[in-house]
């Protein structure tokens, strides 16, 4: 046992947690191959199968449950003194995980992440974007980014900036060509970028005015998993695409798209920045709450303008 790392104990933890060997790799950010040959070294050194693998499916042997329930407490003792080592550090470093929805990630991006980032050049910040609610602890994250009426409430949360909304956005030439929606009934006459949500369902696109809410089963020509795209498939003219705000911004100053239903679209809860109560955080997770804390009020420029 003295001859296996804390590497090839997490990866076998992260694997029996996820039941998925490229997700677990994903959440600790290696490769699946990397992460196949720390668990075949831990089972060589063990000299017993720890997991049932098929094309389809990860499962743990029996030997391989038992050595899990074991372990586990253990490592995570381990990773708990390493975080009190850390905590006495004066200088921030060593990696934060935070995992956050993709728009939500794009939101903080660019006045929360990379100006902390210079500020702190020994730290590595690693993001997982997930269009599902996960357990950050169980995930083994820092900390986690959403809308803050989807925190935890047994989280502690920060809020970033203002509120937020949706915007359907068309070009200048579809508009043109095809006109512009004046309720939300009208979207049945017009080609709409689909979304598919992480659970497989399509995104029914929300809307609401004078207390009346409706949601539209829109159709167009593409669906996407990835909202982001839709962007791109609206300046392309190919249809209408309901984005954040934030998203599309620059490109509705600039002309290349087009605000629709602009009445019928409601505000959004603000982006919360959360994480568990910890005893002996380490320096960079306290740097990085405290510099979020510090300037939570530049991602004001998220909440909608008049």
């Given at each position: 046992?003295?001859?296996?790392?804390?590497?090839?104990?997490?990866?076998?933890?992260?694997?029996?947690?996820?039941?998925?060997?490229?997700?677990?790799?994903?959440?600790?950010?290696?490769?699946?191959?990397?992460?196949?040959?720390?668990?075949?070294?831990?089972?060589?050194?063990?000299?017993?199968?720890?997991?049932?693998?098929?094309?389809?499916?990860?499962?743990?042997?029996?030997?391989g449950?038992?050595?899990?329930?074991?372990?586990?407490?253990?490592?995570?003792?381990?990773?708990?003194?390493?975080?009190?080592?850390?905590?006495?550090?004066?200088t921030?470093?060593?990696?934060?995980?935070?995992?956050?929805?993709?728009?939500?990630?794009?939101?903080?991006?660019?006045?929360?992440?990379?100006?902390?980032?210079?500020?702190?050049?020994?730290?590595?910040?690693?993001?997982?974007?997930?269009?599902?609610?996960?357990?950050?602890?169980?995930?083994?994250?820092?900390?986690?980014?959403?809308?803050?009426?989807?925190?935890?409430?047994?989280?502690?949360?920060?809020?970033?900036?203002?509120?937020?909304?949706?915007?359907?956005?068309?070009?200048?030439?579809?508009?043109?060509?095809?006109?512009a929606?004046?309720?939300?009934?009208?979207l049945?006459?017009?080609?709409?970028?689909?979304?598919?949500?992480?659970?497989?369902?399509?995104?029914?696109?929300?809307?609401?005015?004078?207390g009346?809410?409706?949601?539209?089963?829109?159709?167009?020509?593409?669906?996407?998993d990835?909202?982001?795209?839709?962007?791109?498939?609206?300046?392309?003219?190919?249809?209408l695409?309901?984005?954040?705000?934030?998203?599309?911004?620059?490109?509705?100053?600039?002309?290349?798209?087009?605000?629709?239903?602009?009445?019928?679209?409601?505000?959004?809860?603000?982006?919360?920045?959360?994480?568990?109560?910890?005893?002996?955080?380490?320096?960079?997770?306290?740097?990085?709450?405290?510099?979020?804390?510090?300037?939570?009020?530049?991602?004001?420029?998220?909440?909608?303008?008049?």
């Amino acid at each position: 046992m003295a001859q296996s790392s804390l590497t090839e104990l997490d990866a076998v933890l992260m694997v029996a947690r996820r039941g998925k060997f490229r997700t677990a790799a994903v959440e600790l950010g290696v490769s699946t191959t990397a992460l196949s040959n720390a668990v075949g070294k831990l089972e060589r050194t063990l000299g017993v199968r720890l997991f049932n693998r098929t094309t389809r499916s990860v499962s743990l042997t029996e030997a391989g449950q038992q050595f899990v329930a074991q372990v586990a407490p253990a490592v995570r003792d381990i990773h708990e003194a390493m975080d009190v080592a850390r905590s006495r550090q004066a200088t921030p470093s060593g990696t934060l995980r935070i995992n956050a929805f993709p728009t939500a990630a794009r939101e903080i991006f660019s006045w929360l992440v990379l100006p902390f980032l210079r500020l702190h050049p020994q730290v590595h910040i690693d993001i997982v974007t997930e269009g599902r609610l996960v357990d950050i602890v169980a995930g083994g994250f820092d900390l986690g980014v959403r809308s803050a009426n989807l925190v935890p409430v047994d989280m502690i949360a920060l809020p970033l900036g203002g509120a937020r909304r949706n915007v359907v956005v068309g070009s200048p030439s579809y508009l043109k060509e095809r006109g512009a929606p004046a309720v939300p009934q009208d979207l049945a006459a017009h080609s709409c970028l689909r979304v598919r949500l992480p659970g497989g369902a399509i995104h029914r696109w929300p809307f609401e005015k004078d207390g009346q809410s409706v949601h539209i089963d829109v159709e167009g020509a593409i669906t996407l998993d990835e909202a982001s795209l839709a962007r791109a498939a609206a300046l392309a003219s190919v249809g209408l695409a309901l984005a954040m705000e934030s998203d599309v911004r620059d490109d509705i100053e600039a002309g290349r798209l087009v605000r629709v239903l602009d009445d019928w679209t409601p505000t959004l809860p603000p982006l919360s920045l959360y994480y568990p109560s910890r005893r002996n955080p380490t320096a960079a997770f306290k740097a990085f709450v405290d510099f979020a804390r510090r300037h939570s009020g530049d991602g004001d420029a998220l909440s909608p303008r008049g």
